[in-house]
Nanobody, 123 residues
């Protein structure tokens, strides 16, 4: 069982930046793909970004492409989401997820989830 804990959310103004962190509990994190999802009140949970186990490839959703960047440091069992040029529409709870043998965008395929961290962007 892998435990994921997100941190780094907060209240910021439009145009500001945040870096979210996702700390994993065990060594197997380095063999798992890691993704970020977000969910705003009353909205479906949506894909944000994914990174392969070794960090060789990444993919980001169109609304955040060019602004958000996913990364990982397997030596620290930690994943990151660098969020730049934040917009009010980015406000949501952000969740870290991990799973073996999958690099896609479907939330139902991810086995391990963090508790979420709130990001609020004011206009």
């Amino acid at each position: 069982q892998v435990q994921l804990v997100e941190s780094g959310g907060g209240l910021v103004q439009a145009g500001d930046s945040l870096r979210l962190s996702c700390v994993a509990s065990g060594r197997t994190f380095s063999t798992y793909s890691m993704a970020w999802f977000r969910q705003a009140p009353g909205k479906e949970r949506e894909f944000v970004a994914v990174i392969t186990a070794g960090g060789a490839a990444t993919s980001t959703a169109e609304p955040v492409e060019g602004r958000f960047f996913i990364a990982r440091d397997n030596a620290k069992n930690t994943g990151y989401l660098q969020m730049n040029s934040l917009k009010p529409e980015d406000s949501a709870i952000y969740y870290c997820a991990a799973t073996p043998n999958y690099i896609g965008r479907s939330a139902r395929e991810y086995v391990y989830w963090g508790q979420g961290t709130q990001v609020t962007v004011s206009s």
